[in-house]
């Protein structure tokens, strides 16, 4: 799962302890490591013991996220290339240490809390370019990815909708999107697989209803803030099969030259889909 939280004396310790800390990686020596591990070069990985506090591995707290851009796309100028996109989700430190180093990257998607689907249509169906972008935390500020932090993001970003999403959360917290999906002949998933269809809940959209109902009010959510059916607003992922993923973090999307030089990374990935995976979705594309 990656490392734990940092404690106040996560730094003390044992007659290694100072070694230790002399060996603990910046923002420079995760990528180089990570290039490496995507290259399939032999790379000397740190330990990811679950237990160690992210501040035994690392120098510095440097955040994460995978990001898919349009076809020909050499590399990301944003966090998230989709055009109006107001935030993204992130990964922290505690991933970075731990399942960064040790996962593959289709198991890595997984384990940030990606249906496999989601990934199945946008790495093999529309053949989408993957990178990695790692970055020093500074200039945006991540907030732990809780239903309080989305709350304030609609805020900001989406002011004439927070007072409906307010109204409407306590159910949107209760029910899943299956059940949403019983109250109307939407399928969330194909929705958001057609920016351009009538289904996409835009925030124009969402905001020219005059009573949008709880359903219409999941599908912004779903559509336009990417909240999926595995975000539970607690900062944890949650995997398709229900189990505990990583920390999450909400932040800003902002241009990657903003962060400033040195200050970011970006890693071509290459994400190799299982055959079974595969199979099972052209089979239900089939039905």
Request: hydrophobic share 35%; charged share 30%.
């Amino acid at each position: 799962m990656g490392c734990a939280a940092s404690h106040s004396d996560s730094d003390q310790g044992g007659p290694n302890s100072n070694h230790d800390m002399e060996n603990r990686l910046d923002l420079d020596a995760v990528a180089d490591i990570v290039r490496d591990l995507c290259a399939g070069k032999d790379s000397e990985i740190p330990s990811t013991d679950p237990s160690r506090a992210w501040t035994e591995v690392l120098s510095e707290p440097v955040f994460g996220r995978l990001c898919s851009c349009p076809r020909g796309t050499t590399a990301p100028d944003r966090l998230s290339s989709r055009d109006g996109r107001k935030y993204v989700f992130a990964f922290g430190p505690e991933t970075v240490c731990g399942t960064l180093l040790r996962l593959k990257p289709y198991e890595m998607l997984v384990q940030l809390g990606l249906i496999p689907r989601y990934i199945y249509w946008k790495v093999y169906k529309e053949e989408l370019p993957c990178f990695l972008v790692l970055f020093r935390p500074d200039l945006v500020k991540p907030e732990p990815a809780t239903w309080d932090g989305v709350i304030a993001f609609i805020s900001r970003h989406y002011p004439r909708c927070v007072d409906k999403v307010r109204e409407h959360l306590p159910e949107i917290k209760r029910r899943s999107v299956d059940d949403f999906e019983k109250d109307c002949s939407v399928r969330f998933i194909d929705a958001l697989e057609n920016p351009g269809g009538p289904d996409f809940m835009t925030y124009d959209r969402y905001v020219a209803l005059s009573a949008p109902l709880p359903w219409q009010t999941r599908l912004f959510l779903y559509c336009e803030l990417r909240l999926f059916e595995l975000f539970t607003g607690d900062g944890r992922t949650r995997l398709h099969d229900g189990s505990l993923g990583e920390m999450e973090y909400l932040c800003d999307n902002v241009a990657l030259a903003d962060f400033g030089e040195g200050n970011y990374k970006i890693i071509p990935v290459t994400v190799t889909i299982p055959d079974d995976v595969i199979r099972k979705n052209e089979d239900e594309g089939e039905k």
